[in-house]
Every structure is written in structure tokens, then in C-alpha cells.
């Protein structure tokens, strides 16, 4: 069955750039979310989109901004990068048809140096 | 402050031996997820309950729901190192979220 694809999957950026992640959800799922995790930590919730519309904000840092597309794929914007900003990044997706219940794709390694 | 409590946060523990992992919460959700996860991998969806006191089995893994839906448990029997991995709960009411317990991490020595 296809899964929750996150590209890339292993990134390496210096202080004060910019990066984009990128997240194509399971096939007619309409929600999208994305997290952080930090070594040791469990996932903080960032942002969610459900059908193209921001859903739900959690804390994403005003230098971060994300959208979903047309086509139900989510990119995560990450400007002005800080070292801080190391850490596994997570998108999920899930349908609101049914049981909601989200599925995780294998995530983004950013390091910032 | 964290919506799902988790407990205990580490547990090491013998292969063979057995292990129940809590989650708890004052707020009800209208569901639940246990997840588990490997390190540098994204969280795998194990099982999501939905019903207060349901009880969900997966070979050697059961899942209970609290009547009230603020709390749930994973029972292990007979663990496994295949078992070790970081296992996550994660609640949602509304789809917009999902609040994720502070985890435990299990390690299952041979």
C-alpha cells in the first residue's frame, strides 16, 4: 500500500538559509500535518492543513511557513535557519472519512551547521 | 504543559518478560493511537481505538481504551528484542491534531 512520502530525506544547511521539505500524503487522504521532533523528544505538532486550508498551528516559529497544493501535497518552508532548527521533521496524513488516525511518513533529517 | 502522560518513560526488561505502558490524560479524545517508533524512522501506526473500554489484540500487544476515553494501556506478553523501540500514544478529538503522549522507550534484552 502506498505511504506517506517525505523528500528528502536527509538535508544539510548552513545558519541563514532557507530549506524546503516536502510531503505527498497517502492517495485521497485530505489532511495533512507536520512535526518536529527532537533527539530524545516526542513529535510537536507544527502545523496541519485539511482540503488546501490551514486546519490547526501549533508552534511553528514565524520563520517557517507551509501550504498544501492542489494536488494534496504539502511543502514545508523554513527560512532563516537556525542551528536550533536540527531535527527529524515529520509529515502525516489521514482522511476525515471514518476513523481519523494518522500515518507518518519516514521523515526529513535537517541538520543545520 | 503536555496533554498525554506517559508511563513509565524508560523500561528495560528481559525477552520473555511482561510490561503494560500507560497513557493518560484529562481530556477526552475520540480517539487513540499507539505508535511505535525506531530511531531516525517516523512512527508507525500500530493500532487506534475509538470506543471506551474497547480492547484491541495484536499477536502478543493489547490495546484498552478507558471507559471514559481519557486513558489507555499497551500490555506486552512475553516481550521480544524485535520489541524495542520508542512507543508513542497520540490522541485526537477534532482530526486537526494529534497530541502525542512523552513516550517510552523499551529495550528488550536478550
Known sequence: AAGVIQSPRHLIKEKRETATLKCYPIPRHDTVYWYQQGPGQDPQFLISFYEKMQSDKGSIPDRFSAQQFSDYHSELNMSSLELGDSALYFCASSTRTGITEAFFGQGTRLTVV | ?110
Do not use: M
Open chain 2, 1 to 110: 504543559t503536555q496533554l498525554l502522560e506517559q508511563s513509565p518513560q524508560f523500561l528495560s526488561i528481559q525477552e520473555g518478560e511482561n510490561l503494560t505502558v500507560y497513557c493518560n490524560s484529562s481530556s477526552v479524545f475520540s480517539s487513540l493511537q499507539w505508535y511505535r517508533q525506531e530511531p531516525g524512522e517516523g512512527p508507525v501506526l500500530l493500532v487506534t481505538v475509538v470506543t471506551g473500554g474497547e480492547v484491541k489484540k495484536l499477536k502478543r500487544l493489547t490495546f484498552q481504551f478507558g471507559d471514559a476515553r481519557k486513558d489507555s494501556s499497551l500490555h506486552i506478553t512475553a516481550a521480544q528484542p524485535g520489541d524495542t523501540g520508542l512507543y508513542l500514544c497520540a490522541g485526537s478529538n477534532t482530526g486537526n491534531q494529534f497530541y502525542f503522549g512523552t513516550g517510552t522507550s523499551l529495550t528488550v534484552i536478550p
